[in-house]
């Protein structure tokens, strides 16, 4: 274990979390908020700490799987620590466990919250808890290797490490400029949806923070009946179009920027996307129209709600709990189903789920022709062993956590749905479940240890799992 290399990281992590708190005191600047003084503070003790971890770079430079996967769970942890900080100390959120639970669910774009009146926040409040979506969106050491060349070629473990997906690949040789095209792709779809927001009448604050939620897929609304607020069909369209663009795998785009649309237009996994939206949005439409009078009106919900959920953004523009049963019961398949891979969004994701299914085909086929030799295939080409043994293996200990989660956070004595969709939304950061987690609701109403879980869930949700097992493996910590 090189751990002078994870020290360095998370010293860059401390840097770059220092440069993040300056916008929320710019904001406290302009609306003259004097709890702004609490991100000032933070950022300079985040600064401090990180200067004195990065000022001398380690002589060994290189690292492996082990301290990449390690590297990202301590950052996350450490980055989610100092961002609790401004909420605690204002007092605006007085219990340090709900400060954790509201930055954690930021960063790892859950959209899950602890408060009961959003609007009560400060204003650099509201703008951090949006910005951590951004920040935690594309992800912050994503971030920081689009302008660090922290480890030569090997620095392909971070990314792998916290980029959602089965699989993560390099756009281009170096993994510096793959950083790079990847974040370019983020602020131009993040600053044009601003832009046609502010069109639609949104104000500049409003439509920064929509947008940080949208972009990350994680939903903070900054009203207290989230989309709702904004009663225009244009604005809620907006909104539902940017969230299917940014559940789509971003290498999707890098085909069309580098003029190869043919190749990206035969996404398998794109298309499976779209098709499960489409079909989704079909069935739901169908079964609420009568209960909102107008078939567009229905579409246009079961549009905004089927992409919040799939994407697992979160946002609502009805109080889908109300809903007949077999709508909800999409809504919940969806939860798990999740967003494309390399994606900002969470869930099981699609190409594991298209993998998957491939696989229970090939074994019926081998069923009924048992000399035939098959080969699994995704975008045509084949998937490797490696691959699938991951998925199953990712599936496995997603299995265990999640029957887990569930029987734990059962001891709070709240009823069977309540339980298992409050742990199906922050395991697979997504924001509202159903019942007393519902997207009229929120989670204060769960103790401490539940509290606890659900954010162990959130983390290792969005950094698929492993990482975060990693740091409670013995064998991880050994010397050899």
């Not at 792998?160 to 095209?181: C, D, F, M, Q, Y």
């Not at 996994?269 to 567009?296: C, D, K, M, P, Q």
């Not at 062993?385 to 569930?406: D, E, K, P, W």
């Amino acid at each position: 274990m090189n751990k002078k290399i994870i020290i360095y990281v998370l010293g860059w992590i401390l840097n770059m979390e220092a440069l993040f708190m300056l916008p929320p005191c710019v904001v406290a600047l302009i609306y003259s908020e004097a709890s702004g003084i609490w991100f000032l503070a933070v950022s300079l003790v985040c600064g401090g700490i990180g200067f004195l971890c990065t000022r001398k770079k380690p002589s060994n430079m290189v690292f492996f799987a082990k301290e990449g996967f390690v590297s990202v769970a301590l950052s996350w942890i450490v980055l989610s620590f100092f961002g609790a900080l401004p909420f605690y100390l204002s007092r605006e959120i007085p219990l340090f466990e709900d400060a954790m639970f509201e930055v954690i669910s930021g960063f790892t774009t859950t959209g899950a919250s602890i408060l009961p009146d959003v609007e009560v926040l400060s204003k650099c409040m509201l703008f951090w808890r949006s910005f951590t979506h951004w920040i935690g969106g594309m992800g912050v050491l994503v971030f920081i290797l689009s302008i660090l060349p922290l480890a030569g070629g090997y620095n392909m473990y971070i990314m792998k490490a916290e980029s959602p997906g089965p699989s993560v690949g390099k756009l281009v040789p170096r993994v510096r400029t793959t950083a790079k095209i990847l974040y370019g792709i983020y602020l131009f779809m993040t600053a044009l949806e601003v832009v046609l927001l502010m069109i639609g009448g949104m104000s500049l604050f409003d439509s920064l923070t929509i947008s940080f939620g949208t972009a990350g897929t994680g939903g903070f609304g900054i009203k207290n009946n989230s989309m709702a607020f904004y009663d225009s069909y244009y604005l809620q369209g907006i909104v539902t179009v940017f969230m299917i663009l940014f559940g789509v795998n971003f290498n999707v785009y890098y085909l069309f920027l580098t003029r190869h649309p043919k190749e990206a237009f035969y996404s398998e996994e794109a298309r499976a996307y779209l098709g499960i939206i489409g079909i989704s949005i079909l069935l739901i439409t169908v079964n609420i129209y009568r209960g909102f009078g107008s078939v567009f009106a229905a579409f246009h919900h079961a549009a905004f709600q089927v992409a919040s959920i799939i994407t697992t953004t979160g946002y609502s523009t009805v109080d889908f709990d109300l809903w007949p049963e077999f709508s909800k019961g999409i809504l919940v398949v969806l939860m798990f189903i999740g967003a494309c891979a390399g994606s900002t969004g969470g869930g099981i994701k699609v190409s594991r789920v298209v993998i998957l299914l491939k696989a229970v085909k090939k074994e019926l086929d081998s069923l009924i022709h048992p000399r035939s030799v098959k080969v699994l295939k995704l975008e045509g080409k084949p998937i490797e062993h490696q691959v699938m043994r991951s998925i199953n293996t990712f599936l496995g200990a997603y299995i265990v956590i999640f029957i887990c989660s569930v029987l734990i956070v059962s001891l709070d004595n709240f009823d069977f749905t309540t339980n298992f969709t409050a742990i199906a939304a922050t395991f697979n950061n997504i924001g509202p479940g159903l019942a007393g987690a519902g997207p009229a609701k929120n989670f204060s109403l769960f103790s401490p240890l539940s509290k606890y879980i659900m954010m162990f869930d959130m983390l290792a949700g969005r950094l698929e799992i492993f990482p975060m097992l990693l740091l409670f493996a013995p064998s991880t910590w050994k010397k050899s």
